[in-house]
């Protein structure tokens, strides 16, 4: 960070190089369009460049990126109120990935599987904003409450919360859903 706040451009594209990939997939997986989630990246990092003099240098690196990539894509969100579609397979997990690979699986079960996914995608996508956000960074960035307490600039409690109910309206959810369930 030093190399990068005297101006040293060969190091900034180096922290686009390492960071760009786990920023594009979080915004992706909050606004669903890989197009949009493109733009915002492309965003987050010139706002980052621009930030330069006030990054702290006893905060973490990753909780300032992820920091910027919320507040913009949280903007993003806010002014665009259109349907919103979530993929969390852009990076083949395994949760996903290996339910499809498993030998005992016959073509039936493997569709209804992906149709599971399909619901509880469009599910965390119906979920308001604050609660996704908490779900995406604990679930799929891998976050701890901590980093997403400092990331968000609220209380781990708060995190705590947040998380808890994202999980309860979902579960709920699925409770009214469970006719439509595959």
Not at 27 to 35: F, H, T
Not at 88 to 115: I, K, R, V
Not at 121 to 126: C, L, N
Request: aromatic share 12%; net charge positive; with cysteine.
């Amino acid at each position: 960070m030093k190399k990068i706040i005297a101006g040293d451009s060969g190091s900034f594209e180096k922290l686009v190089s390492r960071c760009q990939n786990k920023i594009f997939a979080f915004v992706y997986r909050m606004v669903g369009s890989r197009e949009d989630a493109g733009d915002l990246t492309q965003e987050v990092f010139f706002q980052v460049f621009r930030s330069l003099k006030s990054f702290r240098r006893d905060a973490k690196l990753d909780t300032w990126l992820y920091r910027i990539a919320a507040n913009k894509t949280l903007d993003f969100l806010r002014k665009n109120k259109k349907a919103r579609f979530v993929n969390f397979d852009l990076d083949n997990y395994q949760d996903e990935a290996s339910l499809t690979c498993l030998p005992e699986n016959n073509p039936e079960q493997m569709f209804l599987q992906e149709e599971k996914m399909r619901t509880l995608r469009r599910m965390i996508a119906g979920l308001p904003d604050r609660y996704r956000l908490v779900l995406v960074l604990f679930h799929y960035q891998e976050l701890s409450y901590k980093q997403i307490a400092e990331t968000l600039e609220i209380p781990v409690k708060t995190v705590a919360t947040r998380l808890y109910r994202a999980k309860f309206i979902l579960k709920e959810t699925l409770r009214g859903d469970t006719d439509e369930m595959p």
